[in-house]
């Protein structure tokens, strides 16, 4: 289960909309390894799971997204993951298609343990639908092990948030979705 939630102010000066928003998504994942009881790795190829995308963004109603996601191994990287879902978007329908990408690096230095965290989501632009790109690079620090806690689960850090059609709105002169935003967020990781 993975749960995520972030704040964000918009850096454009000629933005007319609301500058700041929020966003918030729980995705539970279920391993085809752990259901079968069985190792299914192979290769690169980490576990395959079922999973599913639950998303809210600011002034926009929920987004459900069920998918099929490939676990990588690789010796350079905490997790990589690439995710193949079908959008049942806020609008209600099942308009669109989306490939999703993340990866955790971790690195540390006297200051303590960082990892950059990576997302890459781009949804197809089918049946009308504006094509979407959401690039999301974050800093993240172990403040959990500052506070003298268990490593790996409280983080606190920096995210830039370069977006084209943000909300699957085409961007126009007279309204801006193309966007670049950053913000500050707190994240604990249960697992």
Do not use: C
């Not at 939630?5 to 085809?32: A, F």
């Not at 395959?48 to 987004?63: E, M, N, V």
Request: aromatic share 20%.
């Amino acid at each position: 289960m993975y749960v995520y939630s972030i704040w964000q102010n918009s850096l454009q000066s000629d933005y007319q909309g609301d500058k700041s928003t929020y966003y918030y998504k729980v995705v539970p994942r279920v391993s085809l390894s752990k259901v079968t009881g069985n190792d299914i790795s192979f290769g690169p190829v980490k576990d395959i799971l079922f999973t599913q995308w639950i998303a809210k963004t600011k002034g926009i109603d929920y987004d459900y997204f069920p998918g099929i996601s490939i676990d990588w191994q690789a010796s350079w990287i905490s997790w990589l993951r690439t995710i193949f879902y079908f959008e049942n978007n806020a609008k209600g329908s099942w308009n669109d298609q989306r490939i999703h990408i993340d990866y955790g690096i971790p690195f540390n230095n006297s200051l303590g343990d960082f990892r950059v965290v990576g997302t890459f989501d781009y949804t197809l632009g089918l049946h009308g639908q504006p094509e979407t790109i959401d690039f999301k690079p974050e800093l993240h620090y172990d403040l959990g092990k500052l506070l003298g806690h268990q490593s790996g689960h409280l983080w606190t850090g920096i995210v830039l948030n370069p977006i084209k059609n943000k909300y699957k709105i085409r961007d126009t002169p007279y309204y801006r979705t193309d966007q670049f935003s950053y913000g500050i967020f707190i994240r604990y990781s249960f697992f």
